[in-house]
C-alpha cells in the first residue's frame, strides 16, 4: 500500500518476483487518483515452477519388483536427491509409513538414490509395465533411478523402490 499519495497519474510496475515464480498478470497498471480516492485492484499474480518427486519405499516380501496392497511400506529409509551427475542435493528419510517427498524443486533433470535399510537387500528393478507407479525404480546394485526430468510444476509421485528382507539361520 502506498499512503497519502496526491491526486495524479501513477503506474505502479512489480519487477521481479520471489525465486522460482513466474508472473501471471502484466506486471504493470495504470492508476489515476482524484483527491482522497483509494485504488485497491493493483493485484499481481504469480505461478510456481516449482516441481516434485516422491513416493513410496517397501518391503518386497515375493522379490517380484512390484509393489503389491499387502507389502508394507519401510520407515527410516535414507533417499538421497541427486543432480543429473550424480552430486547430492538434498536427503531425506522415509516417514513412519514409507512414504517420501523432495518438493519445491527448480525444474531439471534428477536422480533418486535409496539407500538399503538394515536386514533388506535391494529388489528387482522394473517388474511391472513401463510407466507403472507400482514398481521398483531403483537399481539393484546403485540403488539408483535413471535421470529424471521435471517441467514447470510438474509433480511425480511414482519413484518407488523396494527392499526384500533377509532372512536369518542360528541356533545354539
Given at each position: ?16 518476483g ?18 482522497g480516492?483509494?485504488?485497491i485492484e493493483?493485484d ?9 518427486i516422491?513416493n ?8 517380484d519388483?512390484?509393489q503389491?496392497?499387502?507389502e ?7 533417499v538421497?536427491?541427486l543432480?543429473?551427475?550424480g552430486n ?13 517427498l ?9 536422480i533418486v538414490?535409496?539407500v538399503s535399510p538394515?536386514?533388506f537387500?535391494?529388489?528387482t528393478?522394473g ?6 507407479d507400482t ?7 546403485t ?9 514447470d510444476?510438474?509433480?511425480d ?5 523396494g527392499?526384500?528382507?533377509l ?6
Amino acid at each position: 500500500v502506498f499512503d497519502n499519495l496526491p491526486a495524479g497519474n501513477y503506474t505502479v510496475t512489480v519487477g521481479e518476483g520471489p525465486e522460482n515464480k513466474d508472473l501471471t498478470t502484466l506486471g504493470e497498471v495504470d492508476v489515476t487518483l482524484g483527491p482522497g480516492e483509494e485504488f485497491i485492484e493493483a493485484d499481481f499474480g504469480f505461478d510456481s515452477t516449482l516441481a516434485s518427486i516422491g513416493n513410496y519405499v517397501f518391503a518386497d516380501e515375493d522379490t517380484d519388483g512390484i509393489q503389491d496392497a499387502d507389502e508394507d511400506g519401510i520407515p527410516g529409509v535414507i533417499v538421497n536427491l541427486l543432480d543429473e551427475n550424480g552430486n547430492p542435493l538434498e536427503s531425506t528419510t522415509t516417514d513412519g509409513n514409507g512414504f517420501y517427498l523432495f518438493d519445491d524443486l527448480v525444474p531439471g533433470d534428477y536422480i533418486v538414490e535409496f539407500v538399503s535399510p538394515d536386514g533388506f537387500e535391494p529388489t528387482t528393478q522394473g517388474g511391472g509395465d513401463d510407466g507403472d507407479d507400482t514398481d521398483s525404480n531403483a537399481d539393484e546394485t546403485t540403488g539408483q533411478t535413471a535421470v529424471i526430468t521435471l517441467d514447470d510444476n510438474e509433480d511425480d509421485p511414482t519413484i518407488d523402490a523396494g527392499f526384500t528382507p533377509l532372512g536369518s539361520i542360528g541356533d545354539t
